[in-house]
């Protein structure tokens, strides 16, 4: 069956970098885009962007430009959402999410991101 | 990208029927069939309800269906249960090849 398995909640100070992590199994890897979404506290879902998973070619959201970085390893079929200079305002949940045109299908569960001194 | 209008919250009895509306523009739900609902329930990840406008996933009850006339998509839950109290998202691609979702309904089962 498709799982996609988030790496677990972060606890970061302000300026840090965090890197999460999103598993695929059960299907060809490469075969679908992995999309990224935000939840912010009290928000609701956010489109961060995608990234090609054939070609490793990113797309960002207005937003989501110059600290965000999407990336993938295919040799284990993981996807990697990367926030440098961390703010305040990053707290939130973050989701993986399997996609094809129609939109996203299976998600991963979550993982919270807290930006806090 | 703007987000796509959802009324905030909805309420209705157990059996009753709800319906939401999602309204963008012609360049996102007006202009494609890739429309989608989400079930998010706190804590959990959110679940494929519908897709395309109106298909629904092996598994998803046939309680709910999914439309769109113009600019505007709609979710129906039918036979409101008490698990169906939820936050409902809509989903469309849009023209510049990207994705919006709606500001979310919050549903709850009287």
């Known amino acids: 069956q498709v799982q996609l398995v988030q790496s677990g909640s972060e606890l970061k100070p302000p300026g840090a970098s965090v890197k999460v992590s999103c598993k695929a199994s059960g299907y060809t890897f490469t075969g679908y885009a992995m999309n990224w979404v935000r939840q912010a506290p009290g928000q609701g879902l956010e489109w961060m962007g995608w990234?090609?998973?054939?070609?490793?070619?990113?797309m960002y959201a207005q937003g989501f430009t110059g600290r965000f970085v999407f990336s993938l390893d295919t040799s284990v079929s993981t996807a990697y959402l990367q926030i440098n200079g961390l703010k305040a305002e990053d707290t939130a949940v973050y989701y993986c999410a399997r996609t094809l045109q129609s939109g996203p299908d299976y998600w991963g569960q979550g993982t919270l991101v807290t930006v806090s001194s | 990208q703007s987000a796509l209008t959802q009324p905030a919250s909805l309420s209705g009895s157990p059996g009753q029927s709800i319906t939401i509306s999602c309204t963008g523009t012609?360049?996102?739900?007006?202009?494609?069939?890739?429309v989608s609902w989400y079930q998010h329930h706190p804590g959990k990840a959110p679940k494929l309800m519908i897709y395309?406008?109106?298909n629904r996933p092996s598994g998803v009850s046939n309680r709910f269906s999914g439309s769109k006339s113009g600019n505007t998509a709609s979710l129906t839950i039918s036979g409101l249960q008490a698990e169906d109290e939820a936050d409902y998202y809509c989903?469309?691609?849009?023209?510049?090849?990207?994705?919006?979702f709606g500001g979310g309904t919050k549903v709850t089962v009287l």
């Open positions: 990234i090609n998973t054939k070609t490793g070619s990113p």
């Open positions: 395309d406008v109106s």
């Open positions: 012609s360049s996102d739900v007006g202009g494609y069939k890739f």
């Open positions: 989903s469309s691609y849009t023209t510049s090849s990207t994705r919006v």
